[in-house]
């Protein structure tokens, strides 16, 4: 790929840090609930 797609014209800051954050979005969406759902079932394990 040429160095011109890479630096994409000058916003290639904006361009990559937005696909970083999106896919950091994307990452927590997919940990967090099974997180979520060991915390409930281990703090359920507790009462018991």
């Given at each position: 790929?040429?160095?011109?797609?890479?630096?994409?014209?000058?916003?290639?800051?904006?361009?990559?840090?937005?696909?970083?954050?999106?896919?950091?979005?994307?990452?927590?969406?997919?940990?967090?609930?099974?997180?979520?759902?060991?915390?409930?079932l281990d703090s359920l394990a507790d009462d018991e």
């Amino acid at each position: 790929m040429s160095p011109e797609f890479w630096s994409m014209g000058g916003y290639a800051p904006y361009v990559w840090g937005s696909f970083g954050v999106a896919a950091a979005i994307y990452l927590w969406n997919a940990i967090a609930p099974r997180l979520r759902r060991r915390a409930i079932l281990d703090s359920l394990a507790d009462d018991e």
